[in-house]
């Protein structure tokens, strides 16, 4: 499918680009029906990034059509980059659907992407892992790697690490030089896509982020979130203490009466005070969502301790 958005670009600094899309009721659906790419990725706002020196250029994510990312790849060349490394920040649908864009390039991901892809890969080619779009070809990371991996742009150190945040094969990017920390979906603005085959290991989570919080790092950019922070300089740690607290203030009340039907503020309403993150409303259908995975997983479990 040749499909086109408009694309934004943030020039974050003299290394670093996002690409961002998305969050844009004017822009046309793909399908009147419900899809992921129009009902969950282009309504929370998605970007990717790029950490270029010289004629060299880290990818990370590709959007969900390989014409969008034939965009973001078009838009650097005419920049003067020759050389393309891509790297994938876990295996979600709205993340890697543009890498045929990168099929000449190398691609990485943690080995549990490789993983999850190669077993998913006739689904999501087919349109029935999420249901439409399919994703076709679906164009599987090249390079695996196990707990970290370090990547040089142009000199520029930039290390992978496998996180077990929001999903177990997630990968943070980070570039030690610039403090600078690439999150994926492990953070988001206004609050975290909790998803189904993951929340058994939400304390993990939890821990995770304690320890993700403790990086040397001044500036994070998610994948989604608000692109007016992104072009101001991103977030700082105060969007891991929101998703901490988001987390562990729904797990403490999953066996509450009611729980299923509290909305969101009451969950973020500090994190909202302090000017952490935004209540963005279309995060009000994910946090639905959040309710009933948490209500139904501990409906006839003890919750965990954080």
Known sequence: MCYHSTISVIEINENLT???????????????????????????GVATYAIHGGEEALIVDTFSFPSQAQWVRDYLEDKGIRTFTLVL??????????NAAYSDSPIIASHGTLSLLSKHRSAIEAGELHGPPAIKPLVLPSVAYRASSTQRVNGMEVCLQNVNI??????NIHI???????????????LTYMVMEEVADIAEH?????????????????????PGVLARGGYDKTLIDATIQYITKMVASAHDPGFAHTGMREFIAEALDKGWIENFEPYEEVHEGNLKLLRDHFRNRPLPVF
């Open 18 to 44: 996002a690409f961002y899309t998305g969050r844009d009721a004017s822009q046309p659906r793909l399908t009147q029906a419900w899809n992921w790419h129009d009902d969950a990725a282009m309504k929370l």
């Open 89 to 98: 920040s876990h295996w979600h649908l709205d993340h890697i659907g543009g």
């Open 166 to 171: 929001h999903s177990a094969d997630s990968t």
């Open 176 to 190: 030690p030089s610039q403090g600078i920390l690439l999150a994926g979906d492990t953070v988001e603005d206004s």
């Open 206 to 226: 939890v821990k995770n982020l304690r320890a993700m919080r403790d990086m040397p790092v001044r500036a994070i950019y998610p994948n989604h979130g608000n």
